[in-house]
C-alpha cells in the first residue's frame, strides 16, 4: 500500500514550516509528499523549499521519499486538493492542512485500518488549541470537543482524514463549485452515501490552533457557513437533524423571533421585558450547554460574547451563500 500525503497552502509562511516538522517526526513515513500552492504572496513558498533542502541533507534515509511542490495560482482549496490528488501515485491519500501540527503517530494510526479494516475512508481527529481564554471560548464553537466525539456521528475535517485514491475517482473528487470552505464535508457526505467502509479513529489526532482574535474568528464563522449552505447538505446519513444547515436554520428562527417581539414591543412596551428575559436566558444558555467543555471562568466570560458574534457572522455568511446559490440557478436556466 503506497501512501501519498497531500496538503493545500496558500499565504502560509508562519505555520507551513511546523507542518513539515510534524510530518517527518512521524512514527511511519508516506511514501510521497505533495504541497499544492494556490499563488502565494509571501515567503510560504521559500520556507518549503529551505525546509526541504534542509531535511534531505541532514538525513539521507529522507531522500527515498518523493517531495512534490506544484504551484498553481488562482486555484481554490478544492481545485488545489483535486489537483495535488491527481498527482499522487499513492494508492491512500492522507491529508492535513497548514495551520497544524501533526501528532507523531498521526499516519501510522490513521492509515492502519486500510491494512487491518480494509477501510476505504478514514476520519482521524483534531485537537483545538489555544492559551487564551478567548481561544478557549473560540474552539469549541469552531471545532469538536473531545468530550463530545461521537464514534458513530464524527465527520472528519481535511485538517485530519485519509481515503483511497479510487474513492476519490469514484466520488468525482472535491466539489469545485465551492470556493472557500465546504468542500470537505461534501465529499465526506458523498463517500457515506456511497456506503463504503467507513472508520473513525480518535487517536489520530492533529493540533489545530484556533485564531487568537475575535475578528478572524468571526471570518472563519462566516466562510464556513457559506460553504455549508452552498454545499447544501440539508439531512445526513449519520447526523440526521444535526447538520450544519439545520443548525443554522435554528439561528435564525431565534433571531426571527426575537425580532418580531421587538417589532410588537413598540406597542406594548411590557413586551420589552419579555424580550429582555429572552436576551439574559439566551447569554446563560451559551455558557451553561458549554459547561462541560469550558472549565475555565475567564473562558465562560468570552462564551456569549463568541455566541453572538458567531451568529451574526454565520447569519451573514449563509444569506450570501444562498444568494449566489439562486444567482447561480439563474445563470444555468
Sequence with gaps: MKISFVATVFNEEKTITALLDSLFKQTKMPDEIIIVDGGSLDSTLSRIFNFQFSIFNKNPKTKKIKFKVLSRSGLTIAQARNYGIKKASGDVIVMS????????D?????????DKKNADFVAGFYRMTGSTPLQKAIGVFLGIPPKRFDQNKFLP??????????LWK??????????????????NYRALKLGINFTRVKDALVDWEVPGSLLVAIKKFYVYAKGDVQAG??????QRVSTHNLKIASIFIRYFI???????????NWLLYIVFLGFLFYIIWSVWKMRDVVANIRARLWLPIV???SDMAVISGTTLGLLENLWDTQKMR
Excluded at 498521526?106 to 486500510?114: A, C, G, N, Q, S
Excluded at 426575537?258 to 406594548?268: H, K, R
Design 233 to 238: 447538505i440539508w439531512w445526513h446519513p449519520t
Design 157 to 166: 475535517s481535511a485538517r485530519s482524514m485519509a481515503f483511497k485514491k479510487r
Design 170 to 187: 469514484r466520488i468525482g473528487g472535491f466539489d469545485e463549485n465551492l470556493d472557500r470552505a465546504g468542500e470537505d464535508t461534501l465529499f
Design 106 to 114: 498521526w499516519l501510522e494510526k490513521i492509515t492502519e485500518p486500510f
Design 258 to 268: 426575537g425580532s418580531m417581539f421587538i417589532i410588537v414591543s413598540i406597542g406594548y
Design 307 to 309: 455566541q453572538i458574534a
Design 97 to 104: 492542512d497548514a495551520g497544524c501540527i501533526l501528532h507523531k
